[in-house]
């Protein structure tokens, strides 16, 4: 697969979805991807990328910032809360937001800065013990909590239980994303980001699609 292939699945979903392509945001996710594998998409003219871990984006993404411009950054990755000062250096956006100490954390960070990046929620959709993110149960909650806290909450992410089927998931976080009028949802991975569009996705998280395989030390 290639940028260029999955850019035009995307115009495909979109069409079969009556969604215009401006709604959906491409996130290439670039993490753990060798750096000749990232500036060759840069040079395609991509400029909007995730990454999951705050380290190995801040080595990485200043010198790219440098060399190219325009370049939109999303973290996606679990946030720890001693993590969140170089991380709001770097990001655009947070999609990781999921649990109250973490929220102190970002709107003492945007009281400081008189900015903050746009915050996703992730909810834990599937409400498997393992995994991160708000339950459902307590997802309205947090949503109001988090934006009394004055933070700029974009919408919510998620990540389906993986062996599912994705859909139901989808359908439930948009359900909950409108019930809390939030117009954001970042859903929808290489496996199924078509699906994830027809459900209403604005931001999908495309990795090895786009990169390939990733190969972790
Ligand atoms: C790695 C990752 C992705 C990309 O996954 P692919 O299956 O490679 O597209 C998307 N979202 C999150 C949260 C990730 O950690």
Known sequence: ??????????????????????????????????????????????????????????AKWPDFRAEFGGIQLHMIGPLQTNKAKPAVELFDAIHTLDRPSLATKLANLAQSRGQSPEIFI?????????????????????????????????????????????????????????????????MGMSSDFEAAIAAGATHIRVGSAIFGERRYE
């Open 122 to 186: 992730q909810i834990n959709i599937g409400a498997e013990p393992q995994k991160a993110g708000v339950l459902p149960d307590d997802a309205d909650a947090f949503i109001a909590s988090a934006r009394a806290l004055d933070l700029p909450i974009r919408g919510l992410m998620c990540i389906p239980p993986e062996g599912e089927d994705s859909r139901p998931h989808f359908a439930a976080l948009a359900g909950m994303a409108a019930r809390n009028g939030l117009s954001g949802l970042s």
């Open 1 to 58: 697969m290639t940028l260029s292939a999955i850019q035009s699945q995307l115009l495909t979903a979109c069409k079969a979805a009556k969604r215009d392509p401006s709604g959906v945001t491409l996130i290439a996710v670039s993490k753990v991807q060798l750096p000749e594998r990232v500036r060759a998409v840069l040079a395609e003219g991509h400029r909007i990328y995730g990454e999951n871990y705050v380290q190995e984006a801040v």
